[in-house]
């Protein structure tokens, strides 16, 4: 790893209040993204890649809800953005990464141990098929997912009754937060917030949108795999 991002992983340790060796195991995860076959992203230079992956995962951790979580999941996992950065930062939160495709599977269980993470597990399944923990997740992660009603239908099921959903997004979109807004009458789920980040210098239009799960999600969700993408809620 280039010596400018060590230099930024260090600098990102102290502005989020890290234990020491959390630093290395995020450098762990840079060696993977830039060297294994199976990573599943572009962006493999590591000092794009400690702002476009690192940076921008741990912008969570100003949500008290995200700190202090005791179960996480994320959400289609692929190469293990926001899930492992997270889970390296928050010791004490069972993380499990839901992700469908076997490769991308692989690549997670190996950067896992690579990273030395003791509280992160891998579910190679759909969302839609995954068996929920018994009592339900505090917290689901979504990034780069899908339409945001689809990502309110796979993460509603899986949530516990006051957990919350955590959705990267851009720019904000009005017609698709009104449709989100609707979709989330049906879920149980109410938004909270949107809050507005910047992660790393000249960063634009990063936004974590907020959801809480106020009431149980109806006995006919999660519908069968593919259906949420098929006919999306609201």
Same mark, same amino acid.
């Given at each position: 790893?280039?010596?400018?991002?060590?230099?930024?992983?260090?600098?990102?340790?102290?502005?989020?209040?890290?234990?020491?060796?959390?630093?290395?195991?995020?450098?762990?995860?840079?060696?993977?993204?830039?060297?294994?076959? !199976?990573? @599943? &992203? =572009?962006? *493999?230079?590591?000092?794009?890649? #400690?702002? $476009?992956?690192? +940076?921008?995962?741990?912008?969570?951790?100003?949500?008290?809800?995200?700190?202090?979580?005791?179960?996480?999941?994320?959400?289609?996992?692929?190469?293990?953005?926001?899930?492992?950065?997270?889970?390296?930062?928050?010791?004490?939160?069972?993380?499990?990464?839901?992700?469908?495709?076997?490769?991308?599977?692989?690549? !997670?269980? @190996? &950067? =896992?141990? *690579?990273?030395?993470?003791?509280? #992160?597990? $891998?579910?190679? +399944?759909?969302?839609?098929?995954?068996?929920?923990?018994?009592?339900?997740?505090?917290?689901?992660?979504?990034?780069?997912?899908?339409?945001?009603?689809?990502?309110?239908?796979?993460?509603?099921?899986?949530?516990?009754?006051?957990?919350?959903?955590?959705?990267?997004?851009?720019?904000?979109?009005?017609?698709?937060?009104?449709?989100?807004?609707?979709?989330?009458?049906?879920?149980?789920?109410?938004?909270?917030?949107?809050?507005?980040?910047?992660?790393?210098?000249?960063?634009?239009?990063?936004?974590?949108?907020?959801?809480?799960?106020?009431?149980?999600?109806?006995?006919?969700?999660?519908?069968?795999?593919?259906?949420?993408?098929?006919?999306?809620?609201?």
């Amino acid at each position: 790893m280039r010596e400018d991002a060590a230099r930024r992983l260090d600098e990102l340790v102290r502005e989020h209040g890290l234990d020491g060796d959390v630093a290395a195991k995020l450098a762990a995860l840079l060696d993977a993204l830039a060297t294994h076959p !199976l990573a @599943a &992203t =572009a962006v *493999r230079d590591s000092v794009r890649a #400690v702002d $476009v992956h690192i +940076a921008d995962s741990l912008a969570a951790l100003s949500l008290a809800g995200v700190r202090h979580a005791r179960s996480v999941v994320d959400i289609g996992s692929g190469a293990g953005i926001p899930g492992l950065p997270l889970a390296a930062a928050i010791r004490g939160a069972r993380t499990i990464l839901v992700e469908s495709h076997f490769h991308k599977c692989t690549f !997670l269980e @190996a &950067t =896992a141990r *690579r990273m030395g993470l003791e509280n #992160v597990e $891998v579910a190679c +399944a759909r969302v839609e098929e995954w068996e929920v923990p018994e009592g339900g997740i505090d917290v689901a992660l979504a990034r780069a997912v899908g339409p945001q009603p689809v990502v309110l239908e796979y993460a509603a099921p899986l949530l516990r009754e006051g957990g919350l959903l955590v959705d990267w997004r851009g720019v904000r979109l009005a017609d698709e937060e009104a449709s989100s807004s609707r979709a989330g009458l049906e879920l149980g789920l109410e938004p909270r917030e949107i809050r507005s980040v910047e992660p790393f210098s000249g960063a634009r239009d990063h936004h974590l949108h907020v959801f809480e799960k106020v009431r149980p999600t109806p006995n006919r969700f999660p519908r069968r795999a593919g259906a949420a993408r098929k006919r999306p809620l609201g």
